[in-house]
């Protein structure tokens, strides 16, 4: 298992209480289902920009406090295929179920609207020229998640949300650098243009899959910074109630485990993806019970 694709969200956990699995499978599937329109099929980006605008106009009416549909439960219908053109009709199967979660729960809207505009962006931005552009990416992309996991748990005071979005920034960021051969064949690139100028790399390099020093030093550099991320958030799961606490020292466990497994291969995401293995699992596992005492990375 790789961490990428929203997958570090706990959804149908043992370690959720029963009472919020129902939620959490909402905004997971709100969240899945908008990150194939921006990123999966055949569709225009014309189509998926409307596609994910019907999205925002469904948050819009749930805002204004809309009925959207009389129907009470529909968290067995299937999330929206990846085709923009037929995802409005299946609207119904995410909103429905979301709104009641929504209101229920008394979440934020702007968590939702942000990853939306992450998403949307998706469609349109395929570099970014500094930190400052990519930190903002995930503020948007990623951030969210982790704040609407608080807001569930009515945990989100101001030093936890911001503990949080360290986290969820160091999980977006080890998600792009496992994936830069993949993100290349979506004509992405998430490597900063200033970076990649300081370290000497060029984007013909990265289509050769070339992993020499100049590489090397560059992804051992953003492999770092993503650790120091991480660390920045170490403290949240003793914050937290015991099964929150441990499921966020997984996600940890498991973000840093991957960059060790960067470290590992040299840093060559051209020929291996580095992916996390039954042995990997059972390491993540004892650190994670092993933090419960000692919380400090």
């Known amino acids: ?16 209480p029963r009472h919020l699995r129902g939620a959490v499978v909402d905004i997971y599937r709100f969240a899945r289902s908008a990150d194939d329109i921006a990123d999966e099929g055949n569709a225009t980006p014309q ?24 129907a009470t439960d529909t968290r067995t219908r299937p999330v929206p295929n990846s085709d923009a053109n037929g995802c409005s009709a299946a609207l119904e199967a995410v909103f429905v179920p979301l709104q009641s979660t929504i209101h229920r729960h008394r979440l934020p809207l702007q968590p939702f609207y942000d990853l939306l505009s992450a998403f949307s962006q998706d469609v349109q931005i395929t570099r970014y020229p500094n930190d400052e552009a990519l930190f903002d990416y995930c503020r948007r992309s990623a951030n969210p998640v982790g704040r609407l996991m608080l ?25 792009f650098w496992q994936d830069v051969a993949i993100d290349w064949k979506k004509n992405r690139v998430y490597l900063p243009q200033a970076r990649l100028q300081a ?22 550099h953003q492999v770092d910074q ?62 994670a019970l092993v933090r419960r005492k000692a919380p400090n990375y």
């Open 47 to 70: 189509a998926r920009l409307q596609a994910l605008d019907a999205y925002r106009a469904a948050l819009d009416q749930i805002a204004q406090n809309t009925a959207l549909n009389h």
């Open 226 to 287: 993503a650790r120091c991320l991480f660390n920045e958030g170490r403290g949240l799961p003793a914050k937290l109630p015991g099964r929150l606490a441990l499921e966020l020292r997984m996600v940890i466990e498991g973000g840093l485990r991957i960059l060790e497994r960067l470290d590992d291969l040299n840093y060559d995401i051209f020929n291996h993806r580095p992916t996390l293995k039954m042995r990997d699992w059972l390491v993540i596992s004892a650190r």
């Open 151 to 175: 807001h569930l748990y009515d945990a989100a005071s101001p030093e936890n949300l911001s503990a949080a979005d360290a986290i969820c920034t160091g999980l977006q960021l080890t998600n």
């Open 199 to 220: 370290f000497g790399v060029t984007e013909t390099q990265i289509a050769a899959g070339q992993c020499n020093a100049a590489w090397q030093a560059l992804m051992r």
């Open 1 to 16: 298992m790789a961490v990428d694709h929203y997958e570090n969200f706990p959804v149908a956990s043992v370690l959720v």
